[in-house]
Every structure is written in structure tokens, then in C-alpha cells.
């Protein structure tokens, strides 16, 4: 097990240049959240999947941002015209079942917008 | 967070010594969930809690529901030790985080 793989590890963009990040979640698992950490906000909850499906994106920025799970083995993040402000570290988790369940982080991406 | 407040914001040890963290809930948390980051950035799983005590090896955790608190307590602290400890609650579908809290142990 391999746990929860997330891919680049650091991506550096210009600004107004397109960022595309990956998550592959645990195997098995149906649950897939995103969050975001920076040192002023810390862990911030983006979006979350259940068996592929958005179940809540109340924390994505309205524009720029948005996230799909086309399977079961990975979700994506893409954020459209970078800005500075956008530069964070962005984990993905997984677990067994969105409900009551232990979150396994990946190692994140660490995003910096220049 | 403003949801879930964690104490002491920073924290620094002598090797050996024990000492306690927590989390204080303004929701109404059905499970916690208390994380380590180490240097690299990576958050580890510690445990997973409904109200109640859990305990592994040095660490000890326990979530009292009714209270809206939970704690975290580490024994013999060592310099493995060293890194942010996060704890999360649920209400809902969400998750939240408090802000952690760095530990630093010392030789």
C-alpha cells in the first residue's frame, strides 16, 4: 500500500498560468478530500468526493478552482490563471467512507505562483 | 480555526518529560482526529477517536463529546517527537482543523 499519492510534489507557475494538481487515493477507499495549507490559514478544506461524486465544495474559491474525480483512482485540482495568492501547500486525503473515518494525507503539492 | 482552537499555539519540551495538548470544539463533534506533521510536511495519522480514550505506546487521547474538548497527552517525550500536532474534528460532512500546535523537544 502505497498510500495516498499526489503528484508534482512542487509545481512553479507564472501568474495567470494554469496548475493542474493530481491525487491518487488509497485503494479501496471511497472518500477523496482536498485542502489547502498556508502558514496565515493553515489547513483549509477545499472539496470532497465520495465514490466520485462532489459532496461538498463550499470551501473552493468560487472562480479559478474547480476539482473532478473521473474514477475511482484519482482526482485532480485545477486552478486557472494562478495567482500569487494561490502559492500553498495542497493535500489530498483519502478514507474508507467519507463518514467516520480515519484521513490519510499525501504528501502534498507544494504550489508556488511567481 | 475558528471552529476548532487548539493549546498552546507552540510548545518546547525536555527530552524525557510529559505534557499535555488540547482542542477546544465551537461544533458539534461526532469524531476527533489528532495528526502529527513532521519536518517534511507530512501528516501522520495518530488517532482516530469517538468519544472516548485511545492509547498508543507514549500517547494517550481522549475526546469528551458532552465537554466539546479533546486532549492529547504524550509521555517521556522524545526528539522524534518534534513537529505540529493537528487535531481535527468532524460535524456533518466536514472536517475541521484547529491551527496546531509546534513542539519542539529538546535534549
Known amino acids: 500500500n502505497a498510500g495516498v499519492i499526489q503528484t508534482p510534489r512542487h509545481k512553479v507557475t507564472g501568474k495567470g498560468q494554469e496548475a493542474t494538481l493530481w491525487c491518487e487515493p488509497i485503494s479501496g477507499h471511497s472518500a477523496v478530500f482536498w485542502y489547502r495549507q498556508t502558514i496565515v490559514q493553515g489547513l483549509e478544506f477545499l472539496t470532497y468526493?465520495?465514490?466520485?461524486?462532489?459532496?461538498?465544495d463550499s470551501g473552493m474559491p468560487k472562480e479559478r478552482f474547480s476539482a473532478q474525480m473521473p474514477n475511482q483512482s484519482h482526482s485532480t485540482l485545477k486552478i486557472q490563471s494562478t495567482q500569487p495568492q494561490d502559492s500553498a501547500v495542497y493535500l489530498c486525503?483519502?478514507?474508507?467512507?467519507?463518514?467516520?473515518?480515519?484521513?490519510?494525507f499525501g504528501a502534498g503539492t507544494r504550489l508556488s505562483v511567481l | 480555526g475558528d471552529k476548532v482552537k487548539q493549546s498552546p499555539s507552540a510548545l518546547s519540551l525536555q527530552e524525557g518529560t510529559n505534557s499535555a495538548l488540547r482542542c477546544n470544539f465551537s461544533i458539534a463533534a461526532t469524531t476527533v482526529q489528532w495528526f502529527l506533521q513532521n519536518p517534511r510536511g507530512s501528516l501522520i495519522n495518530l488517532f482516530y477517536l469517538v468519544p472516548g480514550t485511545k492509547e498508543n505506546g507514549r500517547l494517550k487521547s481522549a475526546f469528551d463529546s458532552k465537554e466539546s474538548y479533546s486532549t492529547l497527552h504524550i509521555r517521556d517525550a522524545q526528539l522524534e517527537d518534534s513537529g505540529t500536532y493537528f487535531c481535527a474534528a468532524e460535524a456533518g460532512n466536514r472536517i475541521f482543523f484547529g491551527d496546531g500546535t509546534q513542539l519542539v523537544v529538546k535534549p
Open positions: 468526493f465520495r465514490n466520485q461524486a462532489p459532496i461538498d
Open positions: 486525503a483519502s478514507s474508507l467512507d467519507g463518514g467516520q473515518n480515519t484521513l490519510y
